[in-house]
């Protein structure tokens, strides 16, 4: 089926507009960032494409846990999962910024670590572990970070028990 222009005549339409990608990924803009959303399975190979592209600084990179909120934007062909890794690359050369967008399932949630191009990512990686509960494969020394060792789940995961750790001041009665 074709258009009527506004003079009575066929106007061309294409079939199927196709998604705007970057290196060969799905991209999107948010408040005039470009975003790309790599597959999991593609996620280590990205990195290493932008770092000869010269995004060698990361300078953030951290989890989202989605399991009460539906509401994000994501492109077609991107299936949402229930956590999501974002990286923050800088190109210094070109004044370029530019965001990642992993899903990663719940039932396996695992990713590559950046830690070999991008050795700043060591700390973030950890944290991201330690607060979701998100692994990196190939990580130098993937342990927590901000909780004690021994401590049991991951405080930002949205279905972590709310609770309560009572705090004993110096000198002051104990409550009985």
Known sequence: MTDIDAQGGEADTPAEIAPETLFDTLLTRSHEQLVLHPMREKYSSLLATLHSAGYHSVIDLCGVDYLTNDSRQLPEGIEPERFEVVVNLINHR???????????????????????????????????????????????????????????????????????????????????
Request: aromatic share 10%; proline share 11%; no cysteine.
């Open 94 to 176: 070109e004044r370029a910024r530019l965001r990642l967008r992993v899903q990663v399932p719940e039932t396996d949630p695992v990713l590559p670590s950046a830690f070999n191009l991008y050795p700043g990512t060591e700390a973030m990686e950890r944290e991201t572990f330690d607060m979701f509960g998100i692994a990196f494969d190939g990580h130098p020394d993937l342990t927590r970070i901000l909780m004690p060792e021994d401590w049991i789940g991951h405080p930002l995961r949205k279905d972590y028990d709310v609770g309560r750790i009572p705090v004993q001041f110096k000198g002051a009665p104990a409550n009985r």
